[in-house]
């Protein structure tokens, strides 16, 4: 399984830091001799050293300039920004409320060609009923504690399914069985909410997978992401979001995805599968 968030983060700091380190030793250089060529104090080349401190842009070019390797100063610089933005912590997006983040995804899903998503906790949000974001909004705002402004918020979360029938973006996604069993709000919302999935799959911007309980895992069980075009992707777990953008990392959750397709069932099965989780509201 993943690791947590914030220890992914800190091990993403720490393998920046451990490249810098390379550079200075392959130039034949101390640290010392180091900041003395970028001209500031060797506490500072400690503490970035130690992955106590994050270097700048322009720190990070001045020490590939003062190891001889400018070559590498621009793939440092990407590194760099993607470990500082890569975990969001909830509460700290949330401490005015709900709605900047729920606009800065909408702006994701605008600027999207294609969004990629596998959801293992709940409908994503482009697919979600106004009364089941509502009760989902309202449970992640307890939980967290912060403020209240979930009619603001959730008007955002549903502007989001708009792109559904607008040309030029497309929504591949794939949900866990147990997703669709899994209760938010009352009976009649969660109906509601299936009923609204059955709704949009046959739309032309939609491709819709569902996972069932009973498939032999190829890929085991994983926490919600979001694949935006081959850009971007976005991991939600309990306390934050993790943005991923370093290639390499993105062709693993898209070779996670395909696994995961190749397990889920479409078209007629995946009706089938949703009507019988509708069943066991009645």
Not at 135 to 161: C, V
């Amino acid at each position: 399984m993943p690791a947590s968030p914030s220890s992914s983060a800190q091990g993403a700091r720490e393998a920046l830091a451990v490249r810098l380190g390379h550079l200075v030793r392959d130039a034949g250089i101390t640290g010392r001799e180091l900041s003395a060529r970028c001209r500031w104090h060797p506490a500072k080349t400690s503490r970035i050293l130690r992955a106590k401190a994050a270097p700048s842009d322009g720190d990070l070019r001045a020490w590939c300039t003062a190891c001889g390797a400018e070559d590498q100063a621009a793939d440092l610089i990407a590194t760099a920004r993607a470990v500082e933005s890569m975990y969001l912590e909830w509460r700290r997006q949330h401490r005015d409320g709900m709605r900047r983040t729920q606009h800065d995804v909408l702006a994701r899903n605008a600027a999207a060609r294609l969004c990629r998503a596998y959801t293992s906790n709940v409908i994503p949000g482009f697919f979600q009923t106004a009364d089941y974001a509502q009760a989902l909004m309202r449970s992640i705002t307890d939980f967290q504690g912060t403020p209240d402004d979930i009619a603001e918020a959730f008007a955002a979360r549903l502007a989001r399914s708009r792109y559904l029938y607008e040309g030029g973006h497309r929504f591949v996604v794939l949900i866990e069985e147990w997703v669709l069993r899994t209760r938010i709000g009352s009976a009649e919302t969660m109906a509601g909410q299936l009923q609204h999935l059955l709704t949009v799959m046959p739309l032309p911007s939609v491709s819709l997978g569902i996972i069932p309980l009973g498939a032999e895992r190829t890929v085991w069980p994983l926490e919600a992401f979001y694949l935006y075009d081959d850009h971007q992707t976005v991991v939600e777990t309990l306390t934050a979001g993790i943005s991923v953008r370093q290639p390499r990392e993105i062709a693993d959750y898209a070779r996670a995805f395909t696994g995961l397709s190749q397990m889920a069932v479409h078209g007629g099965a995946a009706r089938t599968v949703i009507r019988a989780a509708a069943d066991l509201l009645r």
